[in-house]
């Protein structure tokens, strides 16, 4: 029998997480996907020396103060790694703005278009990239700008079903909604032993896309940030799941039989229609404990990771 890997490749596009060549190049994904933290990894890896070089000699040469020079030398680099991986991959890459610019929508566009011009200069295609952008009100109202223009998003750090319905609302291109970090919430906040059948993060976005399915939203949901395999399983036959080398490598030593379990042609218990207003989607995540801890703890945990970055960018 194939591996799970390969079994699951029938049912879901599966997402490389991660910003390493060389696991692109072992596990064959259909899309691959970055943030600060992978860029972090990424920086401190000799293969991508050269990059680091690059992006440090354009943020000097255009950038017209210290912290312009750094915002267009991490963005470069952003951009430059996610060439090289989409050499690799015949789907899209999705590439991050800057999680400080979260609460501020005008500047987020603003980023977004940047880097994608960044990448038609270099002759990559905006069909082949998906700019991530935090769930916050502000940062989906900046993804309907953007996908106005035909530059599609993939909204990150989404831990509630109110972040899901704003973003279909919006005609947001991707979500990412995630599954491992809900789970350490729970696991922090109750003595419940929690498996694959009642893990909060597999259920979260299981309602997720039966809601969307059940009411023709074209929105993909794309599980992250898994924990276990156990999770990716109970996901199978999500649009799409960006999964671990860790995890990859796991699953394809894995023969065992892999069963679907979400299907777009028949959705289970999806409900009508919901239209949420600015008001009502700041009540409800105000409501959602999780959701507002884990939102907020992701983007103080990519701008950190982005000052390190800076700080290795800036040495000469």
Aim: proline residues 3%; charged residues 25%; aromatic residues 6%.
């Amino acid at each position: 029998m194939p591996s799970k890997l390969e079994q699951l490749k029938t049912m879901t596009d599966v997402v490389a997480d991660t910003g390493d060549i060389e696991a692109m190049k072992q596990f064959k994904p259909q899309d691959a996907t970055t943030n600060p933290s992978l860029l972090l990894k990424a920086a401190a890896m000799p293969q991508y020396a050269p990059l680091v070089e690059a992006a440090k000699q354009f943020g000097l040469s255009r950038g017209t103060s210290n912290q312009e020079q750094l915002d267009l030398a991490c963005d470069r680099l952003a951009v430059l790694v996610g060439i090289e991986i989409l050499k690799l991959i015949p789907g899209r890459i999705s590439t991050e703005v800057d999680a400080r610019l979260s609460f501020d929508a005008k500047a987020m566009v603003e980023r977004g278009r940047a880097l994608i011009s960044q990448y038609e200069a270099l002759d990559f295609n905006r069909n082949r990239v998906l700019i991530k952008l935090a769930s916050t009100w502000e940062g989906i109202r900046a993804a309907e700008v953007l996908e106005a223009e035909g530059i599609n998003c993939n909204l990150t750090l989404l831990f509630s079903f109110e972040q899901a319905v704003a973003c279909a609302n919006a005609g947001v291109f991707l979500i990412s909604p995630f599954v491992g970090r809900i789970l350490d919430w729970w696991k922090a906040h109750t003595d419940i032993d929690y498996t694959a059948t009642n893990d909060p993060g597999v259920l979260s976005v299981q309602r997720i896309f039966n809601y969307y399915k059940a009411n023709g939203f074209d929105t993909v949901v794309m599980g992250a940030s898994f924990r276990n395999t156990g999770e990716i399983e109970a996901l199978a036959g999500c649009d799409r799941l960006t999964i671990s080398p860790t995890l990859l490598e796991a699953l394809s030593q894995d023969n065992g039989q892999l069963v679907q379990t979400l299907d777009k042609n028949t959705p289970e218990g999806g409900t009508a229609k919901i239209s949420l207003e600015e008001s009502a989607f700041r009540w409800s995540l105000n409501e959602d404990a999780m959701a507002t801890e884990k939102l907020a703890e992701g983007i103080r945990q990519f701008t950190k990771d982005t000052r390190v970055l800076e700080q290795q960018l800036g040495k000469q």
